[in-house]
């Protein structure tokens, strides 16, 4: 223990303050009390190295279970070197030795008592004494007699009596250790507890060099029991992530979380010590204590003593007697009687042999089972018993893993395994591997397209065969295997065509998707919707955005098509690439809110791909980048971030790194996964990726290795019939990367060729892209008319990012015209839309062009929230932490229509749409600006401002 107590501070205070009343003639008794571990001991010594520090003498003793037999042994351990005492300890023994008639030793007397205290008094006129009594509940009878006579006359003796005393333990005689305690001032009643977080830490800084994160978990695990900790401490190795032992991992309550058993037998050797020192702790508490305490750590959960007397085989008077011991000697927690400290819960469950372990959870789970209770409570303990020899055993597990299977595949997984080991039913068995095979779509894709594969082969009846044929169909086609995806459902087809239409009808649908996801569709060929078909004809053509908006609409609305199914996604990209970004953001906030409530990782991760899409279109770097990123995570998890709506995911952090001005960032995205053709088939999502790596490469001067991409973009766009530009822009990255190679010829001509398609399309995202391509690749009045045009037609779009390019285009083309004032003015604009954006490359490139033109960027405004005024800044803060426009009015003193008016500047520069999206700008721990207009107002205003702030 460290010289230094922690935690400890108002009982040291205490402690201090009766060690220097001793020395002004004045003696004290105080009581320490607490649970096991909580550093009883270690008070005392404390106590005794600061009395010994200032002269005084400290005589300790320690009572023990083992010498309860032996009367005056606590007394002989304290005053045995006394010289006042070293000629009556004979004369003593000999009267307590005398017994009663029934066995018991008899009480010293009257004149035996006093003249103990008289030669401790003695000796005390010399030296101030201190006398420490460590658990004094195992005290002798006749030493507890004394005690309490010698407590009673310490008024005027220079002694501090300081015992001890762990919680819940039963004392050799009750009566007269109430009796001594009640003698004891309120004030000198020390309760000790386990120590805070913030003590809990300090102390396992003190004692060892483990991490913060070791740290943590230890601390979590001992419940910040000094005891416990130390222990822990002492026995980890440094650089240990986890308690050394058992703990919560190998526990069954944690069972259904997917952990694994617990750590190996030489980690919980090193708590033997512990561990021996809580059983004999358990066997004096109550007869029943062992029993009851191992039932308390296989159920886990909150009990009742009606549950643990049926698992313990005992009386229920004799089970509520020993909980309530237990509850009071501080092991379980008086609410819910489960264990104090996960440590010892751990420890007494390793302690049972496994057969009997494994039996006690058979035996739980039944008697949960018989009292109604939760069937995740009772698949916890089936998951850790030795035998499933009931039916409805089995059915539960399969129950509980269909309802996990999507939130927590881990889990499932675990209780399908338990069950198929110990005997699925042949009713049953079909429903286990489909669960399995669910479970393994969360965990492994690839490993779950193999396992589906044989399962679908034995699959009977043509519902089932078509159910499971669709399910390994999209299974493939995540996986970017569309061919064999459509030999998966060609073959079904041919089975059970004659036999079901209905599920004949199914697989041809699901032929057609396939067919559009490989680009070998063709119109009419499949089993598509009427409406489906127009929608796919009029996008691929690039004719009449307006009138794909309104099919889109119409598919998109409830029951059209089920959110989430292909059909939904087609309408979906078509809303996208008609101009309506914001309909679509709104659809796909929606898409992901019902993917997260079903669980299931494919469908998270495809609608937050795509949601990071949209978002790009819209200009939000941050939040497209944070969808793209989550994503990847997602399918890392289950082995497919190279595949499918990995490519979009990591397609849209290219883009946004390209945005950002992270071109090293870029880069290193593409050499992760290089998109070279020929590698994988040019699905959908993959041509995305192919188009942004080519962007790429030409930012990082590999303009000829990113014509190759391009081109490969542009065959595989030909053979799937697509002309629209809106879908993929490759023409103006094309034109941009000729002019890197200084074919500026060729780059007029094929961006012209995508105005020319734009204005077909009749979008203006699509229009706007396309005439700030043509811009770039044109020269004098031609590119100053076209940069203008792009202005004009996307200043009202919900576009502010491409917005932006168009200002630039514009300001670079007056720049370029000899009309400086005019580039000030659209590069001013534009550098404002790109910091908010957060859109560096843009920036840079933007302010590089204003120096040009004799523009000087403001160094103040290097962030969005830096385009504020003070003022909108203040009211966008205060709006930001849910105040209404009127309170805001109210305590600045300013009119309504003056905040209104502050907020509607801070949206525009923000490039938000309302006060519910202030929050990414203005973290609540932040200081509210101070405006300089408000600087004289009223003084109660500023004192409403403070508080506001500090609270």
Known sequence: MPRELFGRSEESKIITELLDSVRAGAGAVALVEGIIGTGKTSLLRWAGEIAREQGMVVLSATACPTEQRFPLGVVHQLLGRLPETAEGWERAFALCGASHGDGEPAD???????????????????????????????????????????????????????????????????????????????????????????????????????????????????????????????????????????????????????????????????????KERVLCMLRRLDPNGLEVASAACILGTPVDAALLADLCGVPMEDACRCLTRLTESGLLCPHDLKFRHPLLAELLYQNIPCAERAELHHLAARCLRLRGAPCEDIATHLLRSHRLDEPWMIRLLLDIAHGMVGHDPAGARCLIEKAVLHGVPAELAARAEDLRIQALTGLDLPASARALTAHAAVASGPAERTRQALRLCDILLRLDEPARARQVLEDAQREISARDPSAAARLRRGLTHVRIHEGTYRPGAG????????????????????????????????????????????????????????????????????ARAEGTVTRIAEAVAVRGLVQLHRGLLTEAEEDACQTMDLLTRIGADRYHTGALARSVLVDVALEKDDIAGAGALLDEAPPLPGEQPVTWWRLHLLHSAGRALGRLGEARRGLALIAHCEEELKRRGIVNPAILPWRSTRASLQMALSNAASARRIAKEEAELARRWNAPFALGRALVAQAAAGSGREALQLAAQAVELLEPVPAPLLFAHALYAAGRAHRRSDKAGRARELLHRANEVGISLGADGLVEAVQRELRGAGGRPDPRKDSPESLLTPTERQVSELASRGMSNRSIAQLLKVSLRNVESHLTHSYRKLRISGRHELAKFFRPEEEPAQAAVLIHQHQATLTQLQQLRTG
């Open 108 to 274: 010293p007397d009257y004149p035996l008592l006093a003249e103990l205290c008289a030669c401790l008094g003695r000796a005390a006129q010399r030296t101030p004494i201190l006398l420490t009594v460590d658990c004094v509940q195992h005290a002798d009878r006749q030493s507890l007699l004394w005690l309490g006579f010698l407590s009673r006359r310490l008024d005027n003796l220079p002694v501090v009596l300081l015992v001890t005393k762990r919680c819940g333990e039963p004392a050799s005689d009750q009566h007269l250790l109430v009796e001594f305690m009640e003698g004891i001032r309120p004030d000198r009643y020390i309760h000790l507890h386990d120590l805070s977080p913030s003590a809990a830490f300090d102390l396992a800084a003190a004692l060892c060099g483990h991490g913060p994160g070791s740290v943590d978990a230890l601390i979590a695990d001992s419940g910040g029991n000094p005891y416990l900790l130390t222990e822990q401490l002492r026995t980890v190795p440094a650089g240990h992530t986890g308690p050394p032992g058992p703990t919560g991992h190998g526990h069954p309550a944690n069972a259904l979380a997917g952990r694994g058993p617990a750590d190996p037998p030489d980690g919980r050797m090193r708590l033997q010590a512990v």
């Open 527 to 594: 089993d598509e919707d009427r409406l489906e078909r127009v929608l796919l004809l009029r996008t691929a053509a690039g004719d009449s955005a307006p009138a794909v908006r309104r099919i889109a609409h119409r598919i998109l609305s409830v029951p059209r098509a089920p959110s989430g199914s292909p059909t939904w996604y087609y309408a979906l990209l078509a809303l996208l690439w008609a101009g309506d970004a914001d309909e679509a953001q709104r659809h796909m906030d929606t898409e992901v809110r019902l």
